[in-house]
């Protein structure tokens, strides 16, 4: 079809900091929190003033970038005494600036004794314990209210970060070489020291403060926006260099999002700082996939992005202006139809029932899953979502019905309709019809009157059957109702000639009558409960049996009536013999 729309093959990019370009030096505002993580100071942080690569002859620069690097693997403290060390801080902070200049304008200047240098010092720097999560209930954030906590040590960490980016996009970077010291501990287990500083005994040091540090993955809880976007590019970068990482790193992230590792994030908490720029991540890795699919990713796409939908926090992933968990699921069924069937199934089962934003997520998402679904797909799953979308436009809240009335504005959906009006019109003319004249918003009514139009001219007579067959189950519905406001009346006819209750005037308000259950017997009760034992009497003589029991009852018990009626007789509280044989 000529109208179907096909998804942007960019995925959506992570708003951050309000519309902030990442690495801008504007100054940060005073107002915003600010927390550290928790670094291994080093004890001796008086730092050398090096010379610049300029100041050397080009033999000794590699010597003098391997000082710089070790040079900056001093930490220092951001936080409980920020003013401290300033002089060294910016020995430092000068020193990164100076190689990351040097890398982008120089070549050959990344040798092989770089490598485990250059590893090592972002190891140092980056690796760390984040600070305690400031929002460890889970509740929403919301990036256009909700000032992000900055990480007080970024005027270092930035520079790290940006060294180590042009260090991988460095035209002299070897995959061959680095792949000794970036591997799969460097992305998820820091376990073992790259380079030492002259003695052994900084290795065995180094190699347990750096094993009990944040992994690379880790970081991505980080809840600093700048420092999550800059290892979303550095992540990408490694997958892209490094192809025997690629499975693995695809299975980390996986571990993330399903299993999570600790906590878990689907089945517990609910709560990932970094789950959007992973999605972003993996909308560039999808959109890369060969054809045809293989069973990991399908299984992927089921079993880990689908049940994505159902957490409560899903608007922090997946805000209307950057869809990276639909761009994610939108890439798979663009290069497999057949996942079209189970991925509509989910989302409608995963459908909000009181999130009222969340449900218009579920809108959007589904629009873009319909821009590109197949017409025999499309027919597997028409039912069940139009039924979905016929209670979306009698939702009451009104931009859930508008978002849901918008698709009959999209061409290629209409098309879609209009190739199976037969089994579509039905379930959505109730809804439409009903709510053109009750909801009550009046925009909604003018999109509901345009979906009607459309539906008419469309297929006259299917509509006017579907007019006269709502006709009859409204009449149906009204002489139903009609049926049980009688058998209710009925009821309260019978209640009243049988009152459990009797009616006195209040004193208060006299004129205001109120029910209240009496305390003792009614006389309809004692009228039958006298029925009730002159019967009993009656069957006694004519039962010899029952007419001895009924003799004992009597020399024991005073008479029921005039219990109720007078009280105990005297005369009769004492058993009495019998006058002769023949009452017994």
């Known amino acids: 079809n000529s109208n179907r729309k096909t998804s942007n093959s960019v995925p959506p990019t992570t708003q951050l900091l309000k519309g902030k370009q990442l690495g801008s030096q504007t100054p940060v505002k005073k107002d915003k929190r600010q927390s550290s993580s928790r670094f291994s100071l080093s004890n001796n942080r008086e730092l050398q003033k090096l010379p610049t690569f300029k100041d050397v002859p080009p033999a000794e620069q590699e010597k003098l970038f ?66 305690p999560s400031s929002n460890p209930t889970g509740a929403e954030f919301d990036p256009e209210e909700d000032e992000p906590t900055l990480e007080a040590a970024w005027p270092h960490l930035q520079l790290v970060y940006e060294f180590f980016l042009r ?28 380079i030492s500083f002259f003695i052994p005994v900084f290795i065995l040091t180094s190699f347990f403060k750096l094993s009990n540090q944040k992994q690379l993955l880790d970081l991505f809880d980080s809840e600093d926006p700048r420092e999550r976007d800059f290892l979303k590019t550095t992540l990408h970068r490694i997958y892209g260099k490094f192809l025997g990482l690629r499975a693995y790193i695809r299975k980390q992230i996986n571990n993330i999002f399903y299993r999570c590792r600790s906590p878990r994030f689907i089945y517990e908490t609910e709560h990932h700082n970094g789950i959007a720029e992973l999605l972003e991540i993996l909308g560039s890795i999808i959109n890369g996939f060969a054809l045809p699919l293989k069973e990991e990713h399908k299984i992927f796409l089921l079993k880990v992005l689908l049940p994505l939908h159902k957490v409560k926090s899903l608007s922090v992933y997946h805000p209307q202006r950057s869809p990276q968990l639909a761009y994610c699921v939108v890439q798979f069924l663009e290069k497999d139809s057949t996942l079209t069937e189970p991925t509509v199934m989910a989302l409608l089962k995963y459908w909000p029932k009181t999130h009222s934003p969340k449900e218009v997520m579920f809108l959007n998402e589904l629009e873009e899953i319909l821009d590109v679904i197949e017409p025999s797909e499309f027919v597997k799953v028409m039912e069940p979502l139009f039924r979905q979308l016929a209670k979306c436009v009698s939702s009451p809240h009104f931009q859930v019905a508008e978002r849901a009335l918008y698709y009959w504005n999209n061409e290629y959906i209409m098309s879609l309709i209009s190739d199976n ?55 149906k519905e009204k002489a139903k109702w009609k049926e049980r406001e009688e058998a209710w009346l009925k009821i309260e006819n019978l209640a009243k000639s049988s009152p459990q209750f009797l009616m006195y005037q209040d004193s208060a308000s006299p004129d205001r009558p109120v029910d209240m259950e009496t305390d003792g017997p009614l006389p309809d009760d004692f009228n039958t409960l006298k029925k009730t034992v002159e019967e009993e009497a009656t069957e006694v003589r004519r039962s010899p049996e029952r007419r001895a029991v009924f003799c004992l009852w009597s020399l024991t018990s005073v008479s029921p009536f005039e219990s109720l009626s007078s009280g105990p007789d005297p005369e009769r509280a004492a058993p009495r013999a019998p006058a002769d044989a023949e009452e017994i």
């Open 66 to 131: 391997i000082q710089k690097l070790r040079q900056c693997c001093v930490l220092f403290d951001f936080v409980s005494d920020p003013l401290s060390d300033l002089k060294w801080k910016e020995v430092k902070r000068a020193a990164l600036s100076e190689m990351v200049e040097y890398i982008t304008h120089n070549r050959n200047v990344i040798t092989e004794p770089i490598y485990p240098e250059v590893v090592h010092m972002f190891a140092v720097n980056i690796f760390r314990t984040l600070p």
């Open 167 to 194: 260090f991988l996009e460095s035209l002299d970077f070897q995959p061959n070489i680095a792949k000794k010291y970036i591997d799969q501990k460097f992305v998820m287990q820091v376990n073992r020291l790259f």
């Open 421 to 475: 009006a037969a089994k579509i019109l039905p379930i959505m003319f109730p809804s439409l019809y009903r709510n053109s004249k009750t909801h009550w918003n009046k925009t909604i009514h003018g999109l509901i009157y345009n979906a009607l139009k459309l539906f008419m001219e469309m297929n006259q007579k299917l509509f006017d059957d579907c007019t006269q067959q709502f006709r009859a189950e409204k009449s």
